[in-house]
């Protein structure tokens, strides 16, 4: 027949995956021998059956023949024309093949290149690590130990003070209890000197009263008097001191008076005692009650005085 199918252009992409320490590396190869051969092998029978119908046709000089070996040549061109393009597609296919090889091989080698530095920078960053680890831990153990001497020492200070505190206290306190018992044992001793069990006292009244004017009170009736040993009435006006001490003096009276009255009290010749108080201008009778507590030495005097301007400076009554 002088008409054939034509093999197409084929072409075999195989494909392989390698994984080592990890990392995923991809091969592909383009095949196109097997493609090349085939297509040789339908142009050489092509062009034998051709060069048969060439042959038969040239012994015949129609036109008919000469067209036919026209055609014939054009196509046995154009099969040529496929086995050069074909050749040139096999040079591609090697070209990229040896391109792909160089990718792989270079991707391979970048890879190994990267593990290689990360391996690398995981081995330095251990080692830092490491170091910086052990030099905390140094200075911590370094820091703690500083503190736990300066504690101690320090413990040690406070101890030794609160140790002399307490003794210096101690002595303080049994040196202050000796000396409050001396300071008692004196004042007990000056005490059993001074203090009586028994109350020492006068108490008496006047038989008159008095005239109205300046009247000492009179001491010429007795109630009550046990002042020895410290003092006594040395006459009806006066009272005179035995002893040296505190002294009290109480003067109570009932007078009459038209305006004023006065009342003084005096130790040891001077009145320590004054009153002044207004009446209300009438003749009612009033109470007056006048004390106070002086020291005086031994052989000392003391007495009262009052004033009203009625005739009753004091009321005879001993109530």
Known sequence: MLFRSVAALAAVALGTETVVDGIVSRRQEITGHGMSAAIAADLSAMEHELNEVTHQLNNQRSPLAMGVSHVAQDMINRQQGLLATSTGNTNMVGWLEAAVEAGNTETAAQAT??????AASLTRLEGSVADSVASLTSTIDTRITGVLSTL????????????????????????QIRAVNVSLAGVTTALAGKKDDALHIWIGSCSNNGNGGWREYCYNRVNVDTARPYFRKENDSRMRTITSGYFRMQFYRMFQSCNWEHTLLYFDGNHRRHTHTWTGGNSQWRDQDVYLTWPMAANKQSWARAWTCGWTIWNTSDH
């Open 113 to 118: 290149a990267m593990s290689v530095a990360v």
């Open 152 to 175: 101690a020492t320090t413990t040690s200070e406070i101890n030794a003070g609160v140790a002399a505190a307490d003794a210096t206290i101690a002595a303080s306190v049994t040196a």
